[in-house]
Nanobody, 128 residues
Framework: QVQLVESGGGLVQAGGSLRLSCAASGERPSSNFAMGWFRQTPGKERDFVAVVSRHGISADYSHSVKGRFTISKDDTKSVLYLQMNSLKPEDTAVYYC????????????????????WGQGTQVTVSS
């Protein structure tokens, strides 16, 4: 089983940058999982942010972060990253990384129910 632990959240001014990390332990995510980032604010559903395919070649982003955020992973270290640039106050949320078990190396998953394993989340706060 894979365990996921996020880090890198914090308080940043609008226009600034943060890099989130998600360290995986246990089963190697690169072997069997597509990996994604979601975010959630109080009282709202968990929203898709970004996803990278199991083979790492394909990625997709929500419209609201496309061009500002970049998802990547280091399979040698079993770490998933989310580089967030040009942050806006509306990016404030708890960010979660997640793993979707798949036999399809190129498939991308944009919906939370497709994911099997979740981290505990890390808070990102962007001040105006």
């Amino acid at each position: 089983q894979v365990q996921l632990v996020e880090s890198g959240g914090g308080l940043v001014q609008a226009g600034g940058s943060l890099r989130l990390s998600c360290a995986a332990s246990g089963e190697r995510p690169s072997s069997n999982f597509a990996m994604g980032w979601f975010r959630q604010t109080p009282g709202k559903e968990r929203d898709f942010v970004a996803v990278v395919s199991r083979h790492g070649i394909s990625a997709d982003y929500s419209h609201s972060v496309k061009g500002r955020f970049t998802i990547s992973k280091d399979d040698t270290k079993s770490v998933l990253y989310l580089q967030m640039n040009s942050l806006k106050p509306e990016d404030t949320a708890v960010y979660y990384c997640a793993a979707a078990r798949t036999i399809n190396a190129g498939r991308l998953y944009l919906n939370a129910p497709d994911y099997d394993i979740w981290g505990q989340g890390t808070q990102v706060t962007v001040s105006s």
